[in-house]
């Protein structure tokens, strides 16, 4: 199974509501990533998480707070965000490891749209 | 620093074309590339990778790609283009270091009947 699941498909939020993204993976992998992805553009990196602690941060703002509750899952707080945090946003996992060569499997996404 | 580059924003061909995207990476040592194709509002899906060995990988869909260290390219190519493979086309290289990828700006791929 090499499935990455996001709930929901569709997300439309105010700036005032708090809102979560979930993900989850069972292909075992200990490396989990957010992503944010505008039209037309490539994949932005966010936030990876690596045995469930978080490695890297890409200097994203605090409205935005991921978590990784275990090895399966992977959630994304969302809190007082602005209309311009409209776009897919897109989880993934891999095998850990820093070797740079495992290969990312993907989720569909989750169209969020702020009002 | 690692850096992909992919010089066509958007490739129009016939079905039935042949077809290759074009992918240029910049990298100090040996590098571990990889392809993935997006439909419109959907995931990235990995179409082929490379790692070491055989330069000329075969993916999935009908893809394969070339590695040629000598040009710094990791081309992606596909003898008869199919109308569902209409989409845009992501050339990635590992990051070394941390666990990550880096994306080039993709290829979007339109395909007339």
């Known amino acids: 199974d090499t499935e990455v699941t996001q709930t929901p498909k569709h997300l439309v939020m105010g700036m005032t509501n708090k809102k979560s993204l979930k993900c989850e993976q069972h292909?075992?992998?200990?490396?989990m990533y957010w992503y944010k992805q505008k039209a037309k553009k490539p994949p932005e990196l966010m936030f990876v998480?690596?045995?469930?602690?978080?490695?890297i941060n890409e200097s994203v703002p605090s409205r935005f707070s991921p978590e990784c509750p275990n090895s399966s899952l992977l959630n994304l707080h969302l809190h007082a965000l602005q209309p311009e945090d409209s776009a897919l946003y897109l989880c993934?996992?891999?095998?850990?490891?820093?070797?740079?060569?495992?290969?990312?499997?993907f989720g569909p996404g989750t169209r969020l749209t702020v009002t | 620093a690692q850096s992909v580059t992919q010089p066509d924003i958007h490739i129009t061909v016939s079905e039935g074309a042949s077809l290759e995207l074009r992918c240029n990476y910049s990298?100090?040592?040996?590098?571990?590339l990889f392809w993935y194709v997006q439909s419109p509002g959907q995931g990235l899906q990995l179409l082929l990778k490379?790692?070491?060995?055989?330069?000329l990988v075969q993916g999935i869909k009908g893809f394969e790609a070339e590695f040629k260290r000598s040009q710094s390219s990791f081309n992606l190519r596909k003898p008869s283009v199919h109308w569902s493979d209409a989409a845009e086309y992501f050339c990635?290289?590992?990051?070394?270091?941390?666990?990550?990828?880096?994306f080039g700006t993709g290829t979007r791929l339109t395909v007339i009947p």
């Open positions: 993934a996992s891999s095998q850990a490891g820093t070797s740079g060569g495992y290969e990312q499997y």
């Open positions: 292909m075992g992998h200990r490396a």
């Open positions: 998480y690596s045995y469930e602690k978080l490695s």
């Open positions: 990298y100090g040592a040996t590098p571990y």
């Open positions: 490379y790692f070491s060995g055989d330069t």
């Open positions: 990635a290289v590992g990051r070394t270091g941390a666990n990550n990828l880096f």
